[in-house]
T-cell receptor, first 114, second 115 residues
Framework: QKEVEQNSGPLSVPEGAIASLNCTYS??????FFWYRQYSGKSPELIMF????GDKEDGRFTAQLNKASQYVSLLIRDSQPSDSATYLC??????????????FGTGTSLTVIP | DTAVSQTPKYLVTQMGNDKSIKCEQN?????MYWYKQDSKKFLKIMFS???????INETVPNRFSPKSPDKAHLNLHINSLELGDSAVYFC??????????????FGPGTRLTVL
């Protein structure tokens, strides 16, 4: 199993604050990186993906990738109570022989306090 | 229309039974997956199928067998169910030809409880 590490949390932030979620991965062959949100009892839903070093912004969400440090993060600005969920980091290790392979971290539980 | 659907949503059964979970996607994707999510929320890849060919088979017991009648369907059959099989099973699909932008879409999950 390819290792994708996340702090399990729980992470608590007040409403309106910035939530910072971190993820490290072990396989340097990882090519693209994903953040999913999963509400309790629901399926994971994609927030955004990134595959180039640097920042990528989508609304209140910013993904940051540093391949040299094997580190990817997700910032959530102006956090809302509706952002309370488990956030899953995933990496795609694409190989010619087997195609895309997705591996997930254990998730970070985020609670936004009103 | 639901993009990725699974049936049943809940499955309660006795140890030793054989059961199947069905998955269908209407996204036209070429790859489908099965994941197991345990009580600690860890999503573990079990299988993936690309154009009806098994391309990943992680270290899962051979009591689990994926079956794909066509590229829109990937069913999961489980023989001789054990207590440790209790989990939520998610089906997902993706379009591998999108390369680095290939992303997965998940079904609603099937909660399996083995008594």
């Amino acid at each position: 199993q390819k290792e994708v590490e996340q702090n399990s949390g729980p992470l608590s932030v007040p409403e309106g604050a910035i939530a910072s979620l971190n993820c490290t991965y072990s396989d340097r062959g990882s090519q693209s990186f994903f953040w999913y949100r999963q509400y309790s009892g629901k399926s994971p839903e994609l927030i955004m993906f990134i595959y180039s070093n640097g920042d990528k912004e989508d609304g209140r969400f910013t993904a940051q990738l540093n391949k040299a440090s094997q580190y990817v993060s997700l910032l959530i600005r102006d956090s809302q109570p509706s952002d309370s969920a488990t956030y899953l980091c995933a990496v795609n290790i694409g190989l010619l022989s087997t195609g895309n392979q997705f591996y997930f971290g254990t998730g970070t539980s985020l609670t936004v306090i009103p | 229309d639901t993009a990725v659907s699974q049936t049943p949503k809940y499955l309660v059964t006795q140890m030793g039974n054989d059961k199947s979970i069905k998955c269908e996607q209407n996204l036209g994707h070429d790859t489908m997956y099965w994941y197991k999510q345990d009580s600690k929320k860890f999503l573990k890849i079990m299988f993936s199928y690309n154009n009806k060919e098994l391309i990943i088979n992680e270290t899962v017991p051979n009591r689990f067998s994926p079956k794909s009648p066509d590229k829109a369907h990937l069913n999961l059959h489980i023989n001789s169910l054990e207590l440790g099989d209790s989990a939520v099973y998610f089906c997902a699909s993706s379009q591998e030809s999108r390369g680095l932008e290939d992303t997965q879409y998940f079904g609603p999950g099937t909660r399996l409880t083995v008594l």
